[in-house]
């Protein structure tokens, strides 16, 4: 190799070093303005008590607690052997006066139960037709939405199977969570 070359070599490696270095610290970062502005309204759907929450259960009442705001509600029930049917006792009202809302339930914590026991969420609209039928022992969800016309509301009944011959106390503080999800339309299904 001659001297020259030496030298092209040794200039080429320099000056791909440099386009590294130059691309490794060349990030150009452009700065657009983007403005929100957030402002809480009071939710059009809220839950509520039934006609039959506070009335006598099998043992005690049948409780129904709403939160502050109607966006939350804990229900307690007390059923027994065989089949124990609990009607209208929590309701999904629509408190808009003008627009119908799009409602889904979906069980995201589902109860444990023994084996040949059921337990269902029955949700029928405030004229009394069945609408959806949801097992509260696995992630179930309505199959599709729910419309929830403006002034209206849902009815919540529950009903349980305890198979004759299983231990009460394998009932005793079972819990289900689910969400009542909705939207202002109904294109698409919730997340």
Known sequence: MNGCSKYALAALAV???????????????????????IQGTAPPIVLEEGSNAGQADLSGTIDVSVGQNKTSLTVTLHPT???TYYKDVAR?????????????????????????????????S???????????????????????????????????????????????????SMDVIYSTQNTEAPP
């Open 126 to 176: 405030s004229a009394g037709a069945q609408l959806a039928t949801i097992n509260l022992m696995t992630n179930d969800e309505t199959q599709s939405y729910i419309p929830l016309n403006a002034g209206d509301y849902l009815q919540l009944d529950f009903k349980f199977s305890i198979p004759e011959g299983s231990r009460l106390a394998d009932f005793q503080g079972v819990s289900v």
């Open 81 to 83: 052997y065989q089949t």
């Open 92 to 124: 999904i009202r629509n408190t808009d006066t003008t627009n119908t809302y799009y409602v889904w339930i979906k069980v995201a914590s589902p109860a444990t139960l023994p084996a040949g026991s059921t337990a269902q969420l029955i949700v029928k």
């Open 15 to 37: 000056a791909a070093l440099a386009l590294v270095l130059t691309a490794a610290m060349a990030s150009v970062f452009a700065y657009y303005p983007l403005s929100l502005t």
